[in-house]
């Protein structure tokens, strides 16, 4: 199968590339290699079936498409930003290119997509109030996380709730630009299957992690910021409390997903658009993660700042039951192995050679 990788030479798109080679795929990679997620461009660009173009070129898109079986949208512009003015550049980067993709797989007659989707779409996760059952919390106030209050409450009773594990099923609360520009991609996308007769797949991302993350930029996550300040001899800054629960899913783990949905999505009624929750099934607090960073590292304890950002969410964790079962995907990188191999891998933007070297200190991993 020959695979549009739009995005192919980024943190997730290089390991997707790298597992379709090894299952015998023809992967033809496509990325503008923007500075502000390739500091350090790689080697290997340009060349044959390594395309140096934006997807918001739709002469070079289309150029692209020629032959093509299939096609895994990774391409995006991702974080929170800094404020509202980044509207714009969200906007034309994940929706506009999104549909400049859509409009050339039409025209070229190539019917599979697999996008890369997000949790974010999901704005706070699952929770349960003992009295009300289900809730749907609003966003947190400014005055409730300065003051340190970081747990939303019951909308109905202000009790405490219990946090869960969200399913495809929950309702899309967007909260902030990235959120509703990932939102919009599945909403085009689904038009797109349902007018052309093609089929799409969205993997909802959790918060994936491991070698090659972007360092100190809006595309970097949290565990590459932990990461960074490690690198540099500081202390991992946590924000809130650090009691923020996340499923940190490792990026093999990813790319093995979009392998498998790409395999799979041809069977799949023509028309059709399903999203599937991709995350390890375990949730772990960004406290832990931090801390399991600077343990497996040798480097200083994390700090928790009680800072905070309004956009940010409480608490997000998946099911990523939809996945395992009609995949039969499972993950394979324990969160603690996975830690150690990132504490001494490289990070996108340092020049090769550069990662830290390997110290143990009392106590390590």
């Given at each position: 199968?020959?695979?549009?990788?739009?995005?192919?030479?980024?943190?997730?798109?290089?390991?997707?590339?790298?597992?379709?080679?090894?299952?015998?795929?023809?992967?033809?990679?496509?990325?503008?290699?923007?500075?502000?997620?390739?500091?350090?461009?790689?080697?290997?660009?340009?060349?044959?079936?390594?395309?140096?173009?934006?997807?918001?070129?739709?002469?070079?898109?289309?150029?692209?498409?020629?032959?093509?079986?299939?096609?895994?949208?990774?391409?995006?512009?991702?974080?929170?930003?800094?404020d509202f003015a980044d509207a714009p550049a969200y906007t034309d980067c994940n929706d506009f290119g999104t549909a400049v993709l859509l409009a050339a797989m039409a025209a070229a007659g190539v019917r599979d997509l697999v996008l890369a989707g997000s949790m974010v779409?999901?704005?706070?996760?699952?929770?349960?109030?003992?009295?009300?059952?289900?809730?749907?919390?609003?966003?947190?106030?400014?005055?409730?996380?300065?003051?340190?209050?970081?747990?939303?409450?019951?909308?109905?009773?202000?009790?405490?709730?219990?946090?869960?594990?969200?399913?495809?099923?929950?309702?899309?609360?967007?909260?902030?630009?990235?959120?509703?520009?990932?939102?919009?991609?599945?909403?085009?996308?689904?038009?797109?299957?349902?007018?052309?007769?093609?089929?799409?797949?969205?993997?909802?991302?959790?918060?994936?992690?491991?070698?090659?993350?972007?360092?100190?930029?809006?595309?970097?996550?949290?565990a590459s910021f932990f990461r960074s300040s490690l690198a540099r001899g500081e202390a991992p800054r946590v924000f809130e409390d650090g009691g923020q629960r996340r499923d940190f899913v490792h990026v093999r783990d990813v790319a093995a997903a979009n392998v498998l949905?790409?395999?799979?999505?041809?069977?799949?009624?023509?028309?059709?658009?399903?999203?599937?929750?991709?995350?390890?099934?375990?949730?772990?607090?960004?406290?832990?993660?931090?801390?399991?960073?600077?343990?497996?590292?040798?480097?200083?304890?994390?700090?928790?700042?009680?800072?905070?950002?309004?956009?940010?969410?409480?608490?997000?964790?998946?099911?990523?039951?939809?996945?395992?079962?009609?995949?039969?995907?499972?993950?394979?990188?324990?969160?603690?192995?996975?830690?150690?191999?990132?504490?001494?891998?490289?990070?996108?933007?340092?020049?090769?050679?550069?990662?830290?070297?390997?110290?143990?200190?009392?106590?390590?991993?």
């Amino acid at each position: 199968m020959r695979v549009l990788v739009t995005g192919g030479a980024g943190f997730i798109g290089s390991p997707i590339v790298a597992a379709l080679t090894a299952r015998g795929h023809e992967p033809v990679v496509l990325d503008a290699l923007l500075p502000s997620a390739h500091p350090v461009p790689p080697p290997s660009f340009p060349g044959p079936d390594r395309l140096h173009a934006d997807v918001r070129d739709g002469a070079a898109v289309a150029a692209a498409l020629r032959g093509v079986d299939a096609v895994c949208h990774q391409a995006a512009m991702v974080g929170l930003g800094k404020d509202f003015a980044d509207a714009p550049a969200y906007t034309d980067c994940n929706d506009f290119g999104t549909a400049v993709l859509l409009a050339a797989m039409a025209a070229a007659g190539v019917r599979d997509l697999v996008l890369a989707g997000s949790m974010v779409v999901y704005g706070e996760g699952r929770y349960d109030c003992a009295r009300h059952g289900r809730v749907v919390p609003g966003p947190r106030a400014a005055e409730d996380l300065a003051a340190g209050r970081f747990e939303p409450p019951c909308p109905a009773c202000g009790a405490p709730l219990a946090p869960g594990l969200v399913d495809e099923d929950a309702p899309a609360d967007p909260r902030n630009v990235y959120a509703s520009t990932k939102l919009a991609q599945e909403h085009l996308a689904s038009s797109w299957a349902r007018a052309t007769g093609g089929r799409a797949v969205a993997l909802r991302y959790h918060n994936v992690y491991g070698p090659g993350m972007p360092r100190d930029t809006p595309y970097a996550g949290v565990a590459s910021f932990f990461r960074s300040s490690l690198a540099r001899g500081e202390a991992p800054r946590v924000f809130e409390d650090g009691g923020q629960r996340r499923d940190f899913v490792h990026v093999r783990d990813v790319a093995a997903a979009n392998v498998l949905a790409l395999e799979s999505v041809s069977a799949r009624a023509p028309g059709t658009f399903r999203a599937f929750n991709t995350g390890s099934g375990t949730p772990h607090t960004v406290g832990e993660m931090a801390a399991a960073l600077a343990d497996a590292h040798g480097g200083p304890a994390p700090v928790v700042t009680g800072g905070f950002r309004l956009g940010d969410v409480r608490h997000i964790t998946a099911s990523s039951a939809r996945l395992r079962d009609e995949l039969g995907w499972r993950p394979e990188v324990e969160f603690h192995a996975g830690v150690r191999e990132f504490a001494h891998a490289g990070l996108r933007g340092q020049a090769p050679g550069t990662a830290r070297p390997v110290e143990r200190r009392a106590g390590a991993r």
